[in-house]
């Protein structure tokens, strides 16, 4: 007697359920991904096609290619071609299409076109979790994360890569000229020719590549940023933390609530100019009058948390080291106490810095204090090699050192952050996969993240409430 469990046999007649609804169990997720495309307003967001044209073949309504898409995205099938397949042998996708199959062009079509609305649904089922209370506690960490483009290292031209990519050909050039009058010395015989015609074809490609490369570099030069991508034109060479790597791709932006891990993204160039702009997108989304948020030093500019004070954002995050000062064994600036009430800074000698004089740079307006007890202090050899140790100080320095007061408060502040925000972006790169985005230029790849962030929002709210009390929670 076989003692393995067996299979059926191929050739047995088998009925499936006759209702759709019956091939679906009630806690499926694909029935949350229903309800909530069927709970939206996709004329108001923005969709394409969602009147039908008085003439013509009928094309498919917005709905089920929206459902296809974020049913794709949860379940890491973003390949246009790979989502067709799914329509038509997926269960799950035949019952949310009612066994609709486009084609993987109107599929790769309707994201192509129906961009900022994508990116509207996304910002949809975030105030959808605000709604739904998962979005209560005004308190966010933020950061930046590189994201690989559909662009190669090979072909993104920096000034630096053109030279050494000149230097490269010309030293092969050199290399092969060398063989060919080497050749020339010798007796001529048939295996001398052909490789003196294999050493000739080798220059004129050469000669072919170092006209490209010239080409390239005038492109490179004339671009504002001096930088420029051959198969995705709006990626850009990005350093990343480990040492003497890069990727060429885009820098994604992230809000993530301290408590449930629920973000908005947006895509842009640089950290250092997002923190403002990020935090108030969070205000605005969490519809709160005050707001906490805590980044990391790569965010740290004056002018930054400025505009964040204003915005009653209270930011919290670590001050970068740039001057050098501690690495070659002397004070800082943070050695240096400031008085406010006297107006003064006291060194680590206890002597005061008064207030000196006031100059302008660029559009900051800074203050200089020193004193005149530089000469006779034993701590001089620490401190500077100058006359007098000058102290300078913004007008608007105390929004940093509130900044800084907070990170004191809480030593754990940037552990949280860490905690917070850097899961949910290991958690995207492992469901993009190796290649990251599929999609080219800003607006497409802005969208396709929108999907993805979508994807992972939906998620949480699963596992958080549960995909009976979130399809309820939709349909309220």
Do not use: N, W
């Given at each position: 007697m076989n003692r393995f469990i067996e299979g059926a046999d191929r050739a047995q007649s088998t009925l499936l359920p006759e209702c759709l609804d019956d091939w679906v169990e009630e806690s499926n997720p694909v029935r949350a991904v229903d309800a909530f495309v069927e709970a939206l307003d996709l004329a108001e967001l923005g969709f394409k096609d969602v009147e039908p044209a008085a003439t013509g073949r009928p094309g498919y309504h917005p709905a089920p290619l929206l459902k296809l898409y974020i049913y794709g995205y949860l379940n890491r099938i973003q390949s246009s071609r790979r989502l067709e397949r799914e329509a038509r042998r997926n269960l799950e996708v035949i019952w949310l299409l009612q066994r609709l199959s486009p084609d993987d062009k109107t599929i790769a079509d309707f994201r192509r076109d129906n961009g900022p609305a994508i990116k509207k649904v996304c910002a949809k089922f975030v105030e959808l979790c605000r709604q739904m209370g998962l979005l209560t506690k005004a308190s966010v960490a933020i950061d930046g994360s590189k994201f690989k483009a559909v662009n190669t290292r090979d072909k993104n031209f920096t000034k630096g890569k053109v030279e050494r990519r000149r230097q490269q050909l010309e030293e092969s050039v050199s290399r092969y000229l060398a063989q060919l009058d080497t050749a020339d010395l010798q007796e001529p015989s048939e295996t001398l020719a052909a490789k003196t015609a294999?050493?000739?074809?080798?220059?004129?490609?050469?000669?072919?590549?170092?006209?490209?490369?010239?080409?390239?570099?005038?492109?490179?030069?004339?671009?504002?940023?001096?930088?420029?991508?051959?198969?995705?034109?709006?990626?850009r060479s990005m350093a990343t933390s480990g040492r003497g790597s890069g990727v060429v791709g885009y820098n994604v932006q992230v809000v993530v609530d301290t408590e449930h891990h629920l973000h908005e993204v947006t895509n842009s160039g640089s950290d250092r100019a997002q923190l403002a702009n990020m935090g108030k997108q969070a205000k605005a989304v969490l519809g709160v009058d005050k707001l906490e948020a805590v980044a990391d030093r790569g965010y740290y500019t004056g002018?930054?948390?400025?505009?964040?004070?204003?915005?009653?954002?209270a930011v919290t995050l670590p001050k970068p080291n740039t001057t050098g000062m501690e690495a070659k064994g002397k004070f800082g600036k943070h050695d240096f106490?400031?008085?406010?009430?006297?107006?003064?800074?006291r060194c680590p000698a206890g002597q005061l810095l008064a207030y000196w004089l006031t100059t302008v740079d660029g559009e900051r307006t800074i203050r200089r204090y020193a004193t005149?007890?530089?000469?006779?202090?034993p701590l001089k050899a620490r401190c500077t090699t100058a006359k007098n140790r000058v102290i300078s100080r913004w007008e608007h320095e105390h929004v940093m050192e509130d900044a800084q007061r907070r990170l004191d408060a809480d030593p754990q502040a940037m552990r949280r952050r860490r905690e917070t925000v850097e899961h949910p972006f290991g958690t995207l790169k492992m469901r993009m996969g190796a290649t990251h985005?599929?999609?080219?230029?800003?607006?497409?790849?802005?969208?396709?993240?929108?999907?993805?962030v979508l994807a992972y929002n939906l998620t949480r709210a699963m596992n958080i409430m549960g995909v009976g009390a979130l399809i309820a929670a939709m349909q309220a």
């Open positions: 294999h050493l000739k074809e080798k220059l004129t490609k050469l000669a072919s590549e170092m006209q490209k490369l010239e080409a390239c570099e005038q492109a490179m030069l004339a671009s504002p940023d001096q930088q420029i991508s051959l198969t995705d034109p709006d990626s002018e930054e948390i400025k505009a964040c004070a204003d915005a009653d954002i106490a400031y008085l406010a009430k006297q107006d003064v800074y005149k007890a530089c000469g006779s202090c985005f599929l999609t080219k230029r800003l607006p497409k790849v802005a969208a396709e993240m929108a999907l993805h």
